[in-house]
């Protein structure tokens, strides 16, 4: 048991660490940066700046749900934990689409 807990004990601080945040603004019916990059482990912040109105992230290719409708201030995010490309839109505006880059 012993063996097993110290080395847990020590990989858990550095890989909270090493886990980042990436913020992508949705303004003026864009998500900003269109394109973000992240590292493996990584959150994404979505985070609505408009006036008025809602968006929504859609990672529609991979088949999963749409997010919750994102209200002035609001927001949501998704953790990447495996390197890939990953291309989303806004459900109800579907011109809207970003990416992000896993690496
Ligand atoms: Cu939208």
């Not at 269109?34 to 700046?49: F, I, L, M, Q």
């Not at 006036?51 to 998704?78: C, I, N």
Request: charged fraction near 30%; glycine fraction near 8%.
């Amino acid at each position: 048991m012993r063996r097993l807990l110290i080395p847990l004990l020590l990989m858990l601080p550095l890989g909270l660490a090493n886990a980042g945040t990436a913020e992508v603004r949705i303004e003026k019916m864009k998500f900003v940066p269109e394109e973000v990059r992240v590292k493996a482990g990584d959150t994404v912040v979505w985070k609505s700046y408009e006036r008025r109105g809602y968006h929504t992230v859609w990672f529609k290719d991979e088949g999963l749900a749409e997010s919750e409708p994102m209200f002035p201030e609001e927001s949501w995010q998704r953790n990447f934990d495996k390197a890939g490309t990953y291309t989303y839109i806004c459900g109800p505006h579907p011109e809207m689409i970003g990416r992000v880059i896993v690496e």
